[in-house]
């Protein structure tokens, strides 16, 4: 192993440790207690939340803003697959193989929908007014993250930047608004918890 | 020099300590700027205000967790744009979190992550309340409340006065001696409460509940020691007085000892009472509790009442109340209702749990410093209800009734607008 490939290895361990740290403090303070529950089933109602409720269909912020959408689903996509890719290079040389153009395609068009995003944040004025440095560096890791792994699929002697790039960007996962990776889930929880036990979500039929 | 010294910043900080559950944290947590809820909020499609956006309401919240009790907001607060709680800050708390939010949840269920947008912002106005921040004239609302046992301190002399004259006319109208509304009466099926707007401007809404009551032969009572089925400590944040109010109603029922609670048509009241108060006070119900309309609804399907919906031919729409049906569940009761008992039935649009706020939830009728900008939002409700062609526009909560009744002076919309309770009784065929 190299250098640069210890360099990931640790800040991949860093990274999961703070996101341990974080979900075990989710685990520990639990679920709200509603003593106004009223015996409803919750549970059709939380996985409404991590489905029908986020479909283009459904959620006005999708369906009102398609491209931006689209190229969020997009970027994600690249992220889980990097991420994928990151693993298997961890402890296997860079994969050449013939899968590797396609995913390489892939991963720059979804690069380029990172891109496009972080374009957005910066031309639009409420979008940049929203934003923190954070808003900016978060995205331009990730985009490069998913850039580097298309180039170390079609270009290993790129694996070095490859590996550095990865390792920044998993020092500042857990630091920084990245760490919604993990409370993304608890949030749509708790949105179906709340939605469900008033008898909101998932909708009924009229 | 500041206003806000360590022991008052210290009240407001509070909320972040000693967690119950996790449901405070993961907001706080959760956002990515995205901006894609700005078009759920009727405040920023009304004023294209980008200060009004859902998210820059959470990220004022959230960036205060951050600068406290994360390690990127105490090492690096200015990359991750987190905030002292200071003078500025909290104004733009008080601005934003009371003036230009109707804790309506429209963004709540939009949110790109799901992030409970209203939960934070109740959150932010705990904070202030704790710091002794709410608008003055949100707080004495609360304060009437506290005092006086009803939020427009009606005296009990004068609440009874007002229920004699609308008995009379029921008995007048109904002719039937019989036909009366029982006051502080022990042992009845119900007790039914009321928003104090009620006996004060509009007690023929009164009268109307009482004859649905009489058709449907219901045994049920008023309390003039406790009625009022409001509670702005709900909109202030201030929980302990919150309790205080709601633990009122529970007594009341303990004293009169009912079975089943039926709360006027309010929509934060419902929510308060039905969905906040058992959490309030760490306790189940030990009645059964239930809305207007949901009762309303079940005396028709019990065959109870009957409507005729040949008597109002006029073209009727629906308001959503955001408390009853998007944070409340109550959704087709209301529609079920009206199509028995109107002619022509049209929804507005959008409608039901994705329909905008009226504009004066959020205790915004109480805070008339925001009166400017509560009566430009609704803008968005007068184009709905302009777009549905209706003459009559009913909404089950006294709240929105106010709120549309000035929508229609100011936007000139001519339409009348009644209670479910109001529709129903002029549709309602006696026995």
């Given at each position: 192993?190299?250098?640069?490939?210890?360099l990931?290895l640790?800040?991949l361990?860093?990274?999961?440790?703070?996101?341990?740290?974080?979900?075990f403090?989710?685990i520990r303070?639990g679920?709200?207690?509603?003593?106004?529950t009223?015996?409803?089933?919750?549970?059709?109602?939380?996985?409404?939340?991590?489905t029908g409720?986020?479909s283009p269909?459904?959620?006005?912020?999708a369906?009102?803003?398609?491209?931006?959408?689209?190229?969020g689903?997009l970027?994600?996509l690249?992220s889980?697959?990097?991420?994928?890719?990151?693993?298997v290079?961890?402890?296997s040389?860079?994969?050449?193989g013939f899968?590797?153009?396609?995913?390489?395609?892939f991963?720059?068009?979804s690069?380029?929908c990172?891109?496009?995003i972080?374009v957005k944040?910066?031309i639009k004025?409420?979008?940049r007014?929203?934003s923190s440095?954070?808003?900016?560096?978060?995205n331009i890791l990730?985009t490069?993250?998913?850039?580097a792994?298309?180039?170390?699929?079609i270009?290993?002697a790129?694996g070095?930047?490859?590996?550095v790039?990865s390792?920044?960007l998993f020092?500042w996962?857990?630091?920084?608004?990245?760490?919604?990776?993990?409370y993304?889930?608890a949030?749509?929880?708790?949105?179906?918890?709340?939605?469900?036990r008033r008898g909101v979500?998932?909708?009924?039929?009229? | 020099?500041g206003?806000l010294t360590d022991?008052i910043?210290?009240k407001?900080?509070?909320?972040?300590?000693?967690?119950?559950?996790s449901?405070?944290i993961?907001q706080l947590?959760s956002?990515v700027?995205c901006g894609l809820c700005?078009?759920?909020?009727i405040y920023?499609?009304?004023t294209?205000?980008?200060r009004?956006i859902?998210?820059r309401?959470?990220?004022l919240?959230?960036s205060?967790?951050?600068?406290?009790?994360t390690v990127?907001?105490?090492?690096?607060?200015?990359?991750?744009?987190?905030?002292d709680?200071?003078d500025d800050t909290?104004?733009?708390?008080?601005?934003?979190?009371y003036?230009?939010c109707t804790?309506?949840?429209?963004?709540?269920?939009?949110?790109s992550?799901?992030?409970d947008?209203?939960?934070v912002?109740?959150?932010?106005?705990t904070?202030l309340s704790?710091?002794?921040?709410?608008p003055?004239t949100?707080?004495?609302t609360?304060?009437?409340?506290?005092?006086s046992?009803?939020n427009m301190?009606?005296?009990k002399?004068?609440?009874i006065d007002t229920l004699?004259?609308?008995?009379?006319?029921?008995?007048?109208?109904?002719n039937?001696?019989?036909?009366v509304i029982?006051l502080?009466?022990?042992?009845?099926r119900v007790l039914y409460?009321?928003?104090p707007?009620?006996?004060k401007?509009?007690?023929l809404?009164i009268?109307a509940?009482?004859?649905?009551?009489y058709a449907a032969?219901e045994s049920?009572?008023?309390?003039?020691?406790?009625?009022?089925?409001?509670?702005?400590?709900y909109?202030s944040g201030?929980?302990n007085?919150?309790?205080v109010?709601a633990?009122?109603?529970?007594?009341?029922?303990?004293?009169l000892?009912?079975?089943?609670?039926?709360l006027?048509e309010?929509?934060h009241g419902?929510?308060?009472?039905?969905w906040e108060?058992?959490?309030?006070?760490?306790q189940?119900?030990?009645f059964?509790v239930?809305?207007?309309?949901?009762w309303?609804?079940r005396?028709?399907?019990?065959?109870?009442?009957?409507?005729d919906?040949?008597?109002?031919?006029e073209?009727v729409?629906?308001?959503?109340p955001?408390?009853?049906?998007r944070?409340?569940?109550i959704?087709h009761?209301?529609?079920y209702?009206l199509?028995q008992?109107?002619?022509?039935?049209?929804?507005?649009n959008p409608c039901?749990?994705?329909?905008?706020?009226?504009g004066?939830?959020?205790g915004q009728l109480?805070?008339s410093?925001?009166?400017?900008?509560r009566?430009k939002?609704?803008?968005?409700k007068?184009d709905q209800i302009?777009?549905?062609?209706?003459k009559i526009v009913?909404?089950?909560?006294?709240?929105c009734?106010?709120?549309?009744?000035?929508?229609?002076?100011?936007?000139?919309?001519?339409?009348q607008?009644k209670?479910?309770?109001e529709?129903?009784a002029?549709?309602?065929?006696?026995p």
């Amino acid at each position: 192993m190299a250098w640069y490939q210890y360099l990931t290895l640790i800040s991949l361990l860093f990274c999961c440790i703070v996101c341990l740290m974080h979900l075990f403090r989710l685990i520990r303070l639990g679920s709200p207690v509603d003593y106004a529950t009223p015996g409803v089933k919750t549970g059709p109602a939380i996985a409404y939340s991590f489905t029908g409720a986020m479909s283009p269909v459904k959620k006005e912020s999708a369906y009102l803003h398609l491209p931006t959408y689209t190229a969020g689903i997009l970027f994600h996509l690249g992220s889980f697959l990097s991420m994928i890719i990151l693993a298997v290079h961890l402890f296997s040389p860079i994969i050449t193989g013939f899968l590797s153009w396609p995913v390489a395609v892939f991963l720059f068009a979804s690069g380029t929908c990172g891109i496009s995003i972080l374009v957005k944040r910066i031309i639009k004025s409420s979008l940049r007014n929203l934003s923190s440095p954070d808003d900016y560096l978060s995205n331009i890791l990730v985009t490069l993250f998913q850039l580097a792994t298309a180039l170390s699929l079609i270009l290993p002697a790129a694996g070095p930047v490859y590996f550095v790039v990865s390792a920044i960007l998993f020092f500042w996962f857990p630091v920084g608004k990245l760490r919604h990776a993990l409370y993304f889930f608890a949030a749509r929880y708790h949105l179906g918890l709340f939605y469900g036990r008033r008898g909101v979500w998932p909708p009924k039929p009229r | 020099m500041g206003t806000l010294t360590d022991p008052i910043k210290n009240k407001g900080l509070a909320v972040f300590e000693d967690l119950p559950d996790s449901r405070l944290i993961t907001q706080l947590n959760s956002c990515v700027h995205c901006g894609l809820c700005a078009e759920t909020c009727i405040y920023y499609l009304a004023t294209g205000d980008e200060r009004m956006i859902p998210a820059r309401k959470v990220d004022l919240v959230a960036s205060i967790y951050r600068r406290y009790h994360t390690v990127a907001g105490k090492l690096f607060p200015a990359i991750v744009k987190a905030r002292d709680l200071d003078d500025d800050t909290a104004g733009e708390m008080v601005d934003l979190l009371y003036g230009a939010c109707t804790m309506c949840g429209r963004c709540n269920a939009h949110c790109s992550i799901g992030i409970d947008i209203g939960f934070v912002i109740r959150t932010g106005r705990t904070m202030l309340s704790n710091m002794g921040m709410v608008p003055a004239t949100l707080q004495s609302t609360v304060d009437a409340a506290l005092v006086s046992g009803n939020n427009m301190s009606i005296p009990k002399e004068e609440f009874i006065d007002t229920l004699k004259w609308m008995e009379e006319e029921l008995v007048d109208e109904l002719n039937d001696p019989q036909a009366v509304i029982p006051l502080d009466q022990p042992g009845k099926r119900v007790l039914y409460t009321l928003n104090p707007r009620e006996p004060k401007f509009f007690p023929l809404s009164i009268a109307a509940m009482a004859k649905i009551f009489y058709a449907a032969g219901e045994s049920w009572t008023l309390s003039t020691r406790m009625y009022d089925v409001t509670n702005y400590a709900y909109f202030s944040g201030n929980i302990n007085e919150a309790s205080v109010i709601a633990n009122r109603l529970w007594d009341e029922m303990s004293a009169l000892k009912t079975q089943a609670l039926v709360l006027a048509e309010c929509g934060h009241g419902s929510a308060a009472f039905r969905w906040e108060s058992p959490n309030y006070l760490h306790q189940k119900f030990p009645f059964e509790v239930m809305t207007s309309v949901e009762w309303i609804a079940r005396y028709l399907r019990q065959g109870k009442i009957k409507l005729d919906p040949s008597r109002i031919k006029e073209t009727v729409t629906l308001h959503d109340p955001c408390n009853l049906v998007r944070n409340g569940g109550i959704i087709h009761e209301q529609r079920y209702i009206l199509r028995q008992c109107v002619e022509n039935f049209v929804e507005m649009n959008p409608c039901g749990s994705d329909n905008y706020c009226c504009g004066g939830g959020g205790g915004q009728l109480a805070m008339s410093e925001y009166n400017e900008r509560r009566i430009k939002i609704a803008g968005i409700k007068a184009d709905q209800i302009r777009k549905t062609g209706a003459k009559i526009v009913v909404t089950p909560c006294h709240n929105c009734v106010d709120q549309i009744s000035q929508i229609n002076f100011h936007y000139k919309l001519n339409v009348q607008i009644k209670t479910i309770a109001e529709i129903v009784a002029d549709a309602l065929i006696l026995p």
